[in-house]
Structure formats: structure tokens, C-alpha cells
């Protein structure tokens, strides 16, 4: 096992350096410039069409409303990444991996702006009438790649194993830290409320996502704003730190092992790609069961889920763990207690230990609910309906497991899985640009042009 851990890591922080920095930055610039930069040039018509117009009524087909299918997007990439994966990274990769993590993000927006405007486009319905879309279906039906598309579905059944584990670990961790709960409880809790929800399906999911997530992250910021407020003096020295240390190595300090610049590059974009999820398919397959009269309309929501969550969310928690310095004296597998103790800089170890508790029970209970939605689809393409069905089973089993379970292992063997997929998606996004790029053209011309 350890030969094996050996190896793992070795592949993945290989597969996590150059080659995928190659894939991600490069192919995501392509796909910006195929679409003129769209996210960017036009951001405050994104945001106006998106959180300004989340009481809007659609009259198109689809499944959900176009917020609610974004809110099960951003449930997803909301969670254990933002509040665990953070620390993860700078105990890891230094200060300069938030640098990293700021950039995939505007390269970001405009790659999970292309997936979700192809997943629209490429969607079907399936035996239950429901819409259904994602990589599969634009790998398959798009460009003709029936085996690529099978590689990618059954990748991402795998990685979302991995993924529910990390979810349920990352919060019962940080539950019997707080409350001294056994984290066998805490997984078997999380597990049935999982199984009585995804009961629903994604109209039940999307329901609860979108009156959990808003709350939660503004509860979250809140909280974050007051422990900086505290520590004013100290947010320009950590922006200087996240600058500075994106370029330069750093030494050890503490229980900090030291970086450098490949480190923070490595942890920045594996953390970012996590977190925002971009590039790696998955957001295509909530958001292709929105009600919708344009792809761009939806794609949109992608660009403003890239900016929540990785713009706001990912940068409070980084100045909230480089301001209280609690990075200096944790390793990664401590990552949950970093947090804890950032907040009880201020709040107290009691109320901060409850704060965090409540926050990742939300996040995760909303992540681990979307990515079981998720994989429920990769079953349903590969093997049909009802075998969806028994691997929700296996997915709740997961929770569990992953509660007992350790942290690094598993975050090694995730970015691994997460190689496997992002791989052919984000080639088939490379060949299929022209359909984005025209798709947004239309776009343009029917509502932005006369503006």
C-alpha cells in the first residue's frame, strides 16, 4: 500500500504540473479567445442576467429553474474545497497557490462558460422525460467520440467515490473536533439525509440547494469579514504573500515545510479546478436540466458560480488563514483544525467550532447531494436507469467510508481521478470551440448588439 501511495503521488504531482497547466490555461485561453473574451468584456451583463434576475420566471423546457440548476452547480464546488481545500493548498504549495487559484479562475470562467453552453446545446431527454446533457452526451453526439465519452462517464462514476469521501471526512472531522461526535455517526446521518433527498431527484436538490447555498455563503463571509476585520493590519501583508510567493520559493517556518514556485503552481491550479470545478465536466450535467431559451443564457450562470466561488469564497478563506498565520504551524492533514482555529482567534474555540461544524454540515450535505446526482448520470449513460439506482446505494456507502477514513490518501487519489476526466473534456471543449464561439455570436447579436 505505501509503494502504492509512493507511486500515486508521484503520477499525480506530475500530471498536476506541466501537462495539465498545458491543458487547463492553455486550451481555456483558446476558448476565451473563440469567445472574445465574453465573461470578462461583457461581467456586468452576467451578473445582471444571473443573481439580478434570480426571481425571473423562464418559459422554455427543462427541469428546473435556470438558478436552481445553478445552485446545484455551485453546491458542488461549494464545500469542503473552499473550507478544507484552501488550507490544503497553502500548507502545501505556500501563499502563492492562492495566486494560482485567482488565475484558473479568470481563465475559469470562460471554460465552464463553453461546457455549460455545450451541454445545453448537446442535451437529450431521457426514458423519464427528463432533460439530461453533460460531456457524454457533447463527446458523443458533437463529435462522434462514443469511447471517449464512455472513458469520461465511467472516470467520473470513480471520481465521484473519492469525492464523496473527502466531502464526509473533511466534516466529520471537523464535527468530532468540535462536539467529540464519533465520525461513524456523522457519516451514517449524513448518509440517510442523502438518501431521503436524492430521493427527489434533481427537482428535489435543486429546491434545497438553492435556500441552503445563498444562505450559507453569506453566513460564511460574514463571519470570515469580522476575523479580518480583527485583523486589519494584517490583509495587505497577506495579499504581499500570496503576490510574492507565486513567483518565489519559500522558506520552512514552524510546522510549514517550505515551497516552491512549482509547489505553489501544482496545489494552486489542482485546489482551483477542484473548487470551481471548470474544465471538469460536472457542472454541465445540473445546469442541462435548466429551463432555458438560449445556451449562453445558462452558460452564464457558469461565469458567476467561477466568480463566487473561487473570486470570493476561496480568497476569504485564504486571508482568514494568513492573517490569523495558523498555516505556519499545521501540516495539510490538519487542514479542518486550521479553520477552527483561525475563527477562535476571535470568536472563541467553542463558537468556532460550531461556526465551521454548521457551515461544512451545509456545504457538504449540498455538495455530497449534487455529486451523487452526478453520478447517478454516468450510471444512467453507461448501464441504463435502474443500475443508477444501486450505485446511489454505493455512493451512500461511500459517505461512510469516508467519514472513518483518512485525509491525504484520499485528496492524492481524488486529483488523480480528477486527471481522468478533465483530460478528454477539456480536449473535446478544444474541438468543439467553434460551436461555442458561434453559439455566443448568436447570442450577442440577438440581445447585446442593439445595446
Not at 236 to 259: D, K, L, R, T, V
Not at 337 to 345: C, I, L, P, R, T
Amino acid at each position: 500500500m505505501e509503494l502504492f501511495e509512493t507511486w500515486l503521488a508521484a503520477v499525480t504531482n506530475w500530471l498536476w504540473g506541466v501537462p495539465m497547466a498545458v491543458l487547463l490555461l492553455g486550451i481555456g485561453i483558446v476558448l476565451n479567445v473563440y469567445i472574445r473574451f465574453f465573461p470578462i468584456r461583457y461581467f456586468f451583463h452576467v451578473i445582471q442576467q444571473t443573481f439580478g434576475s434570480i426571481f425571473k420566471k423562464e418559459k422554455a423546457e427543462g427541469s428546473v429553474t435556470p438558478f436552481q440548476a445553478a445552485a446545484s452547480a455551485l453546491a458542488s464546488s461549494v464545500g469542503a474545497a473552499n473550507i478544507v481545500g484552501v488550507p490544503v493548498a497553502i500548507t502545501l504549495g505556500g501563499p502563492g497557490a492562492v495566486f494560482w487559484m485567482w488565475m484558473v479562475a479568470l481563465i475559469s470562467m470562460g471554460t465552464k462558460y463553453s461546457e455549460i453552453v455545450l451541454g445545453m446545446k448537446y442535451r437529450v431527454k431521457n426514458e423519464k422525460g427528463d432533460w439530461v446533457g453533460g460531456p457524454m452526451y457533447y463527446i458523443r453526439r458533437g463529435l462522434g467520440w462514443n469511447k471517449v465519452a464512455v472513458f469520461f462517464s465511467f472516470f467520473l462514476l470513480l471520481q465521484i467515490f473519492a469525492s464523496i469521501m473527502v466531502q464526509s471526512n473533511s466534516l466529520s472531522q471537523t464535527v468530532e473536533a468540535s462536539f467529540q461526535t464519533n465520525t461513524l455517526y456523522t457519516g451514517i446521518g449524513v448518509a440517510v439525509l442523502i438518501g431521503i433527498i436524492s430521493f427527489g431527484g434533481i427537482q428535489w436538490i435543486g429546491r434545497f440547494t438553492s435556500r441552503v447555498i445563498p444562505l450559507m455563503v453569506v453566513l460564511y463571509i460574514g463571519s470570515v469579514c469580522i476575523i479580518l476585520f480583527n485583523n486589519l493590519s494584517a490583509v495587505p501583508e497577506a495579499f504581499g504573500m500570496i503576490f510574492y510567493y507565486a513567483f518565489n520559493p519559500i522558506s520552512a517556518a514552524g510546522g510549514f515545510a517550505g515551497a516552491g514556485v512549482a509547489a505553489a503552481l501544482r496545489f494552486g491550479l489542482a485546489r482551483g479546478i477542484y473548487s470551481n470545478e471548470a474544465g471538469m465536466g460536472t457542472a454541465p450535467i445540473a445546469h442541462s436540466t435548466a429551463m432555458t431559451d438560449h445556451p449562453s443564457k445558462q452558460g452564464m450562470w457558469g461565469v458567476a458560480e467561477v466568480f463566487v466561488d473561487t473570486i470570493v469564497v476561496c480568497t476569504m478563506t485564504a486571508l482568514l488563514i494568513l492573517t490569523t498565520d495558523v498555516w505556519t504551524g499545521s501540516a495539510a492533514d490538519d487542514a479542518n483544525a486550521m479553520v477552527v482555529e483561525a475563527f477562535a482567534s476571535v470568536m472563541g474555540a467553542g463558537a468556532a467550532g460550531t461556526l465551521v461544524s454548521i457551515a461544512l454540515f451545509c456545504f457538504v450535505l449540498s455538495t455530497i447531494l449534487v455529486i451523487v446526482f452526478y453520478g447517478e448520470k454516468q450510471a444512467e449513460y453507461l448501464f441504463g436507469f435502474t443500475v443508477s439506482i444501486g450505485v446511489r446505494v454505493l455512493y451512500l456507502a461511500a459517505i461512510v467510508l469516508g467519514a472513518i477514513g483518512g485525509l491525504q490518501f484520499v485528496w492524492q487519489f481524488l486529483d488523480f481521478m480528477l486527471a481522468m476526466i478533465i483530460i478528454p473534456n477539456i480536449i473535446a471543449l478544444f474541438f468543439l470551440r467553434k460551436d461555442v464561439a458561434e453559439t455566443t455570436k448568436d447570442y450577442v447579436s440577438r440581445y447585446l448588439s442593439k445595446k
